[in-house]
């Protein structure tokens, strides 16, 4: 007797031919044809048509075109390409061969794999979009003025409430409560404002998209560090690319600064660019981005990076708390790396401060470098490089801001937004 | 003359309801605005107590609590952190610097109250 797997229970992947197959089969049975049935119809045998329909025997030619018409659909219907690739990652939760499915349902499998790019392409921008409320220093400021306000008010009105005991105080704590009052209403407006005043769909770009996917891991690529591949499963076909182009750079970084030497050698000179640069003999450049990507550990400074080209736009970001830094609005004129850009390959340091009574001091490296094959045509292209370390020294520092978009240093020379 | 509080605000009002519901309940409170020179004040002339805001203009409270912590004269001062933010990360990095204790704003009176006698009877 023939024992016929169903393509459920098969492991390996289908051949073209078994596609096509389990496709004339399931035409067939949705007719309501018998195998006898449509061999005769295209004029082969029965077995011939069974060992196709298994995959056993390719199908095409004049049997093709016989075989559609008998089944009244079009060739292509049969032969087009199943695409599965938007179906990978959801094989696991499913816990079945995905090209079966693929094959036999291509119009819902195409539906499926649909949805399910729409649903990682959402989530990504919603991660996104929680990002930019966390590191929204408007935002950030609006808040804070709000709830040193409401604190005030409550401690006051319950002195009121309680009795001051003198009318002088009394009347004094009246008036701070009027002027809280006051306060409140215009922060609150401000607020009401700023938040309703954006724009409602806000676009996520593919550089979104592929800095949300660093950022959920840390910048940090375990798989890379022992030699394997990074699953992109769930990026779009734009951000794909891009997170593919930063990896690359990644490994490149990885062999040339082995992980567990490189963090040694950081540590004991206390993450000096300088220093580690020369240790390893290795460009600074590959060194800040190195340094950028290493898992935090107990006593290791925070660490943000921006890489941007020729232009000045901001190519690749790592946020870290004290320097937020934000994309879509381009970067702020006063950060360091543009500076880099005009200094030839001179390297840049400043002690640099965020807006916010809060903002720690950071010390920002920065330096150009060449970007791809370097040429004698004079159409070479070059980028800078610019990391930012806590931890700085106690030196008068330079202020900066996240980008004119959402920085609220008002009277900067620098700003491009009014 | 009661025992000393110095509360390192940058609020006015706040400053003023603090110190009139510290100076009710027989506290001497002194009073500092400034971050960049905070340290340097508690130095000068330590109290019994140290109530820090956390975003103060010049400097951080975190940065000024990492210095006390670090002068001998200060080590062991009882310091209280207040802040607008209440995230646990926060709180985590006020007691990992050392802080005593840790408040996030809004606050009650009786709270700040029963605080500030805590920790310094403590």
């Given at each position: ?40 119809a ?5 077995s ?21 018409q ?112 006051l ?25 979104d ?24 499963a ?27 030497e490189f ?20 460009p ?107 931890d ?10 996240p ?16 | ?13 706040i ?24 340290a340097e ?8 107590l ?9 400097r951080?409270?975190?940065d ?19 802040t607008a ?14 802080a ?23």
């Amino acid at each position: 007797m023939t024992v016929i797997t169903p393509y459920f229970q098969r492991e390996k992947s289908l051949s073209q031919s078994e596609h096509i197959g389990i496709r004339v089969r399931a035409r067939r049975v949705k007719v309501g044809q018998s195998q006898q049935q449509l061999a005769k119809a295209v004029g082969i045998s029965p077995s011939y048509l069974n060992l196709m329909e298994h995959g056993k025997r390719r199908i095409g030619g004049s049997v093709l075109g016989g075989l559609a018409q008998a089944l009244g659909v079009d060739p292509n219907v049969l032969t087009a390409a199943v695409a599965t690739e938007g179906l990978v990652p959801l094989q696991d939760r499913a816990g079945e061969p995905l090209e079966g499915f693929a094959a036999q349902f291509p119009g819902w499998a195409g539906v499926v794999a649909e949805q399910a790019g729409r649903v990682s392409r959402l989530e990504a921008q919603v991660a996104t979009m929680a990002d930019r409320l966390a590191h929204d220093p408007t935002l950030a400021g609006a808040l804070h003025q709000v709830v040193s306000t409401v604190t005030s008010i409550r401690s006051t009105a319950s002195i009121l409430v309680e009795g001051a005991g003198d009318r002088d105080w009394e009347a004094r704590f009246h008036q701070n409560i009027h002027a809280d009052s006051l306060r409140l209403a215009e922060v609150t407006q401000a607020l009401a404002a700023y938040l309703g005043g954006a724009p409602e769909k806000t676009p996520v770009t593919a550089m979104d998209e592929a800095t949300a996917f660093f950022e959920e891991r840390g910048h940090f690529f375990e798989e890379i560090e022992r030699g394997a591949d990074v699953s992109l499963a769930g990026l779009s076909a734009a951000a794909h690319q891009i997170v593919a182009a930063w990896l690359d750079v990644y490994a490149q970084d990885a062999q040339a600064l082995p992980l567990t030497e490189f963090a040694a050698a950081a540590a004991a000179v206390e993450y000096d660019v300088a220093a580690v640069a020369a240790r390893f003999a290795q460009p600074l450049g590959a060194v800040m981005r190195r340094l950028a990507s290493l898992p935090a550990r107990r006593g290791q400074p925070m660490m943000g990076l921006a890489i941007c080209d020729g232009a000045g736009v901001v190519t690749r970001l790592k946020r870290t708390a004290g320097f937020d830094m934000v994309f879509g609005a381009g970067g702020c004129p006063l950060w360091p790396l543009y500076a880099a850009l005009g200094q030839g390959m001179r390297p840049v340091q400043e002690v640099v401060v965020m807006p916010g009574k809060e903002a720690p001091r950071m010390t920002a490296y920065a330096v150009s470098q060449p970007i791809g094959t370097p040429s004698f045509d004079g159409r070479g292209r070059i980028g800078a490089v610019m990391l930012v370390v806590g931890d700085a020294p106690q030196t008068p520092p330079h202020p900066v801001g996240p980008g004119c978009a959402v920085c609220p240093r008002e009277d900067c020379t620098a700003r491009r937004i009014a | 003359m009661g025992k000393r509080v110095l509360l390192i605000e940058d609020e006015p009002n706040i400053i003023e309801a603090i110190s009139f519901i510290l100076t009710r309940d027989g506290w001497t409170v002194h009073t500092h605005e400034d971050g960049e020179t905070a340290a340097e004040r508690v130095r000068s002339r330590p109290p019994d107590l140290v109530i820090l805001d956390v975003m103060l203009p010049g400097r951080s409270g975190y940065d000024i609590l990492r210095d006390l912590r670090g002068a001998e004269d200060t080590r062991a001062l009882p310091v209280m952190m207040l802040t607008a933010r209440g995230q646990t990360k926060d709180r985590e990095m006020a007691m990992e610097l050392g802080a005593t204790h840790f408040m996030t704003k809004p606050f009650s009176n009786a709270e700040i109250l029963e605080n500030v006698r805590t920790l310094v009877a403590g």
